[in-house]
């Protein structure tokens, strides 16, 4: 544990309260960022933030969900644990978002709530909310501190459960009044020993038959794929994957959670899998007759119709999480294990005997990526959303950029053509898929990376949601990046729309109710005038801003924006015909992609 210096503390008295020992607890377990937005039930911890700001960092975001996912960007982005505080009541259900963001993509978080004091609990009082029974479904675990002398214990325990086995969200759901108790400084026990007797997440090593069962598998196969996802991400497994695939050469697919554990410049690189995922690598998973699925969980938006999934070969399925397996596609190889720890276990024991010969099937997926390569029209003047993507991979390929995004098609555009060739350079939403979440969670990187090129691809339905968090990048100097997709609709439910729904709209035109577009009846072309101004919007929080419409201008603007040493926010107008392709349909089978 780190060790302060204990500048909260009243020398004469020598006393301290329970706000001032869970800041120290922070401190001492490596916190140096907080976002945290103060109320009248969270006061005290402030004011003990303050006391010890040269230990801890506080950023105050303009909203609460957008310190959730700022506290996410850290986490995913370092590994380490994201730490957010809200006040009672609204401030408190305002992270409620963010935490079953964190649940659902398995990132170590501790939220941290105000509450009112113990003896009102239960009478509905001023900023009242039961935040342990709100959260109880979308926590890893949760807390409420009842007393001054369990402080300490209780935030070492929530570090460890939310950093360990699985990780996840933990509430700490804090009283006002035990956060202004006092008890004597010498009587602290800041290394307290945890008591929980009900949590093992100690996970068993993988044994010697199950990689001698798996070597086995693989000496058998000749259309082997590996399959991998965000378990290999937060167990680190990167090296040893990527160590792994090129001695077997084996082609690597990825989940959206997944991207950036193997380099998708690789020609061994299938790129991403699934519902928009590249028609080669969904191909290649259907005809595999071994599929190696490592820290994945087999979700709807990659399996498509369950039954119809990768059924033409054996399953080897390595989670760290037992209940993960067979839960969604029955496995043959079942191993409950470390991914990490599997792949070293793997890479030792692998033989030249065990790696089979697999020339025709690289010829043949090699065949597919050919015929269905990743691809977009010219479209003249316009900017494509595709084109933009591309064209910012080009010119920050080479800077270690870390990649944040909203949720909808500029979400799956940005998984489809930026290369990601290291983890935790993606950012994405994807268990929950929340609108809103590029922008804060790209404060969050550019707090923990000051020194890093950070970009947020955001559309402009999903950056309207966290919209203020605007003001927190001028404030406190974080040089954001935002490339702004402006098709003027929500274009992932417009795309549904015109699938599925003979292209009637209902509700996707973000511009004014009246205007002929809103029922579908425009002529298709974008306003002269976009609503809303969002350069007026960006200059009006001291954000450094242009709007853009011609391909022409386009590189050229994109420089600017890269080279700017604040956040700049760069306006691209682009066309909402557009569709992400390829599609597989929901519930349906790669037999019935849609490619063009």
């Known amino acids: 544990m780190k060790v302060t210096t204990l500048a909260t503390v009243e020398k004469a008295t020598q006393t301290i309260n329970g706000a001032q020992i869970l800041i120290e607890m922070l401190v001492r377990l490596g916190t140096d960022t907080i976002y945290a937005y103060p109320g009248g039930c969270s006061m005290p911890l402030h004011q003990a933030l303050r006391e010890q700001r040269e230990n801890i960092r506080t950023i105050l975001p303009r909203h609460e969900q957008g310190g959730c996912f700022a506290a996410q960007g850290i986490a995913r982005s370092t590994g380490k644990t994201g730490v957010v505080m809200a006040t009672s009541g609204p401030g408190a259900t305002n992270l409620v978002t963010g935490i079953a963001d964190a649940k659902l993509d398995s990132i170590p978080l501790i939220a941290i709530t105000g509450q009112v004091p113990q003896a009102v609990i239960g009478t509905d009082a001023f900023q009242e909310t039961p935040m342990v029974e709100v959260c109880r479904a979308i926590t890893k675990h949760h807390y409420m501190i009842t007393s001054i002398r369990d402080v300490a214990r209780i935030v070492k325990e929530s570090f460890h459960i939310a950093s360990t086995g699985r990780p996840g969200p933990?509430?700490?759901?804090?009283?006002?009044?035990?956060q202004l108790e006092t008890m004597p400084l010498s009587e602290v026990n800041f290394d307290p020993p945890m008591n929980l007797p009900g949590y093992r997440p100690e996970v068993p090593s993988v044994a010697p038959e199950q990689i001698r069962q798996v070597l086995a598998a693989i000496r058998r196969s000749?259309?082997?794929?590996?399959?991998?996802?965000?378990?290999c991400i937060q167990s680190?497994?990167?090296?040893?994957?990527?160590?792994?695939?090129?001695r077997t050469g084996i082609p690597v697919t990825m989940t959206v959670m997944g991207l950036g554990v193997f380099p998708g410049t690789h020609p061994q690189s299938l790129h991403m899998l699934g519902m928009h995922g590249t028609v080669y690598?969904?191909?290649?998973v259907d005809q595999a007759d071994l599929l190696l699925a490592f820290g994945v969980r087999f979700d709807d938006r990659v399996?498509?119709?369950?039954?119809?999934?990768?059924?033409?070969?054996k399953i080897v399925h390595v989670d760290i999480d037992p209940s993960e397996i067979n839960k969604n596609k029955e496995s043959h190889i079942p191993i409950h294990a470390d991914v990490r720890e599997t792949l070293i276990a793997l890479n030792a024991a692998l033989d030249d005997a065990d790696i089979p010969d697999l020339t025709e099937w690289h010829h043949m997926i090699d065949g597919w990526k050919e015929k269905f390569p990743l691809a977009y029209a010219t479209a003249g003047d316009a900017i494509l959303q595709q084109y933009a993507i591309d064209e910012l991979w080009r010119q920050t390929q080479s800077m270690d950029c870390y990649v944040t995004v909203g949720v909808g098609q500029h979400q799956m555009w940005a998984a489809q053509f930026y290369k990601f060739n290291k983890p935790r350079r993606w950012l994405s939403s994807s268990g929950l898929g929340t609108m809103g979440f590029g922008l804060p969670a790209a404060m969050g990187v550019?707090?923990?990376?000051?020194d890093s090129l950070v970009v947020d691809i955001d559309g402009d339905g999903s950056f309207q949601m966290n919209i203020q968090e605007l003001a927190t990048l001028y404030c406190e100097k974080l040089p954001v990046k935002i490339l702004l997709l402006n098709n003027q609709h929500?274009?992932?439910?417009?795309?549904?729309?015109?699938?599925?729904n003979s292209g009637r709209r209902a509700h996707t035109y973000l511009g004014p109710s009246d205007h002929p577009e809103a029922l579908g009846e425009g002529d298709g072309s974008m306003p002269t005038d976009t609503f809303p101004n969002f350069v007026g919007i960006a200059e009006s929080y001291g954000v450094k801003a242009r709007q853009v419409r011609s391909k022409a201008e386009y590189p050229k603007a994109l420089a600017e924006m890269i080279s700017h040493k604040g956040p700049y926010l760069l306006d691209v107008i682009c066309p909402y015909q557009e569709h992400v392709l390829p599609m597989i349909p929901s519930g349906k089978s790669v037999r019935e992609i849609i490619v063009e």
């Not at 550019?446 to 000051?450: D, R």
């Open 170 to 178: 933990v509430l700490i759901d804090f009283p006002k009044d035990v």
């Open 446 to 450: 550019q707090s923990a990376h000051p």
């Open 236 to 246: 680190e497994a990167a090296e040893e994957l990527t160590k792994f695939a090129l």
């Open 490 to 500: 929500l274009g992932m439910v417009v795309q549904w729309e015109d699938r599925f």
């Open 222 to 231: 000749r259309r082997p794929v590996l399959y991998v996802g965000g378990g």
């Open 281 to 284: 690598a969904n191909y290649a």
């Open 303 to 313: 399996t498509g119709k369950v039954a119809e999934f990768a059924k033409h070969g």
